[in-house]
């Protein structure tokens, strides 16, 4: 039986005999084993499997759980449980009533959303500001339903936005069209699935004894309303508020913290033991999140009695010393590979360590964020750097390509085979000394009018359009010029694209084409359209200092490809390393690279925390767009809470690329481990002015 494996606190709980109970299980404390026991004891004092509903924030924690189950139950009774997330709970439920639901993913509904969005006007409105432009309404409505219950679309956006009530109306008919539409072909999102599923419960009995709900602190409003409908005869909620850290995608801690007052009769459990990490690590956590408001009171007791090491601040002159040093500390430690983790908060920090242990030959894997080779600024580079060796290969021309504006995927195609022709089977060939009795390079296409196909080379371009470009005499007689659809645009970054290709002929050290590659006029116009996309606000505008980071982060992995680089001599040898290497680092075995996020309910000997500066841990950007300092610092109770025996938290306090200064995160103070002086009062003077405002 699970219940014999408990402690007594985890028994009472798993045993409790009140209709609607709490379970308070911080990090380490054996939540899982409980909602296990749970189920066994519901099981074993005759509930029925199929009368038991286990929600959970992930597939996978729902499977494991149910395989806890099956080893004392049997597989047979353990599969009949009705377990998976909201969604996946609410999909089957909908399926059993109504076989024509299509669930769509976002991309998709995105695409319809703006189909309806692009049929409307705006010119007519007279107001300070732009309309939000059709994704991030799909957004904004997204958010709407995941939160804000209470209220039709059109008054919410008035309320929360009302600098947009002048377009509000025009919104929310945007809406309800878009809900009609996907109502007629029988389209449903995640978000539908709860909303219509919430119907179901409003008028049918589910057949539900119980409701276990996991990762209570986690469930946003609409989810909230949802365990509402189904009026379980008991529920079985378990969280942390101190781990609550989705705001961002709607969550509401609220719900977890309200629980007391909206079943006034409920029984509050605590899970007080902990059963994975050291007295110190469990102290430093806790001195941190006492700083926030305690909803429900708790104090951890630490179970493990062996000698502890001190979890030890690592502080550093420079941002990129930070990352090789650490690197090297994972490359002399005794603990294996896959029990060491490096929990990061910002992508940009993740790069550094990626890069510090691929020069040490470390594997690693990265979950949470993009991978450093797998951001589009540096494959663009290693695209480049692929076409210098091997010229056949299409798809690094084609993706270049599509950076320039106005060249569509098909279109870089066509230009790319229109150089092989001019080249005779030679891309470069057809670039600098392409075959001049070639008139039409261009390849004829199959015409269909019933296909939607046209042959668009019937007339070639003319190159003249190009004449006050500045070109060089010789490029402007390349036929290749002569694409119909050829914009000036395009023309510059082909131009750009020859220049660099000259300049790059015969230089032999990777380390000096990667500089090269960086400083070119080509890769400036790429890294200048990502940080434009990046800096984008809702309303089509560019906001200025938000670009000049996204360059600045930009460069910073230049620098750190530019490293990368210094070890090779063959060109070879060097991109094999980037580019087949790149899939060995992210997959399999080797260090844990971890978000904060992707890190919870993971577990590790050996932790580091990196980046603990002010500004970037707590991450002051995000907290200025709706974040919190109190969501920030439970990501710091996360993240330190994963470490069991040996934590690092790291701090460096100077910025080569950006020439900034850093000051440590106010969480370093909190936690006694650098002393409290101006500065930290400064950070909390700036902390209580937010606060008022």
Aim: aromatic fraction near 10%.
């Amino acid at each position: 039986m699970p219940l014999s494996r408990l402690n007594s606190e985890q028994y009472a709980a798993a045993t409790s005999t009140h209709t609607q109970n709490l379970i308070i299980a911080s990090a380490g404390t054996g939540k899982t084993s409980t909602i296990v026991g749970r189920i066994g004891h519901l099981l074993a004092n005759g509930v029925k499997p199929e009368e038991i509903l286990l929600l959970t924030f992930t597939n996978k924690a729902a499977a494991e759980m149910i395989e806890r189950v099956a080893e004392y139950f049997g597989k047979e009774i353990a599969t009949k449980i009705d377990a998976g997330t909201f969604h996946a709970v609410s999909y089957r439920w909908l399926k059993k009533h109504d076989q024509k639901v299509v669930l769509k993913q976002q991309r998709e509904l995105k695409t319809l959303f703006r189909s309806v969005f692009e049929k409307r006007s705006f010119m007519h409105i007279n107001a300070e500001i732009t309309q939000y432009g059709g994704n991030y309404l799909y957004d904004v409505y997204s958010f709407y339903q995941n939160t804000e219950l209470q209220r039709d679309f059109e008054a919410w956006i008035i309320e929360k936005y009302p600098e947009h009530e002048l377009f509000a109306m025009i919104y929310a008919d945007i809406v309800d069209e878009f809900e009609s539409l996907k109502k007629e072909y029988g389209f449903v999102n995640f978000n539908d699935l709860l909303l219509n599923f919430r119907e179901i419960c409003k008028t049918k009995d589910l057949g539900y004894k119980e409701v276990l709900v996991d990762e209570y602190q986690d469930t946003n409003a609409l989810q909230g309303t949802l365990i509402d409908a189904m009026k379980p005869p008991s529920l079985f909620c378990v969280g942390d508020y101190d781990q609550s850290i989705y705001a961002f995608n709607g969550a509401d801690i609220s719900i977890i913290g309200s629980f007391s007052t909206k079943f006034p009769h409920a029984k509050v459990h605590t899970l007080t033991k902990n059963y994975r990490s050291t007295m110190p690590i469990l102290s430093l956590a806790t001195k941190v999140i006492e700083h926030n408001d305690r909803i429900y009171p708790k104090k951890l007791e630490v179970t493990r009695n062996a000698q502890a090491q001190s979890p030890k601040l690592l502080t550093y002159d420079e941002l990129f010393d930070q990352y090789h040093a650490m690197a090297a500390q994972i490359r002399d430690s005794q603990t294996p590979r896959e029990e060491i983790a490096v929990i990061f908060r910002n992508n940009s920090s993740a790069d550094g360590i990626e890069v510090g242990l691929r020069e040490l030959g470390i594997a690693c894997k990265r979950k949470g964020g993009t991978s450093f080779f797998d951001s589009r600024e540096v494959k663009a580079v290693l695209d480049l750097y692929t076409l210098l060796i091997n010229e056949s290969d299409m798809m690094a021309f084609i993706h270049l390509f599509e950076f320039a504006r106005g060249i569509s995927s098909a279109m870089a195609k066509e230009m790319y085979l229109a150089l092989k022709t001019l080249g005779h089977s030679s891309i470069f060939y057809g670039l600098y000394a392409p075959d001049a009795s070639i008139h039409n390079p261009f390849e004829k296409r199959k015409v269909s009018h019933q296909l939607g196909l046209f042959d668009e080379f019937l007339e070639l371009g003319a190159v003249g359009k190009f004449a006050r470009l500045g070109f060089e005499e010789k490029f402007m007689k390349n036929q290749i010029l002569k694409h119909p659809k050829l914009t000036k645009e395009g023309a510059i970054f082909l131009h750009d694209f020859y220049l660099l290709y000259r300049d790059l002929k015969g230089v032999k050290q990777p380390r000096t084409i990667v500089k090269k590659i960086a400083e070119s006029s080509l890769y400036k116009y790429i890294s200048d359209t990502l940080a434009s996309k990046r800096a984008m606000l809702k309303d089509g505008s560019i906001d200025e200092k938000q670009k000049t980071e996204a360059l600045s982060r930009i460069a910073r992995k230049m620098v750190l490809l530019e490293e990368l680089s210094k070890p090779y001599s063959e060109h070879e040898r060097f991109l094999n390393a980037m580019i087949l290497g790149s899939s060995d680092l992210t997959q399999g075995e080797g260090v844990n690279l971890l978000s904060v996020h992707a890190s919870k309910g993971l577990e590790y000997k050996e932790v580091y925390v990196v980046d603990l500066m002010d500004g970037r841990f707590p991450n002051r950007k995000l907290m200025q767009r709706g974040g919190s300092l109190d969501e920030e610092r439970r990501l710091f109770y996360v993240a330190v809470t994963r470490a069991k025996d040996i934590l690092y938290l790291s701090f460096a306090k100077y910025d080569k690329i950006k020439k900034t200064n850093f000051l440590p995160s106010q969480f370093l103070y909190e936690a006694g481990l650098v002393p409290k002086d101006e500065a930290y009062r400064a950070l909390v003077l700036k902390d209580m002015d937010k606060d008022e405002e």
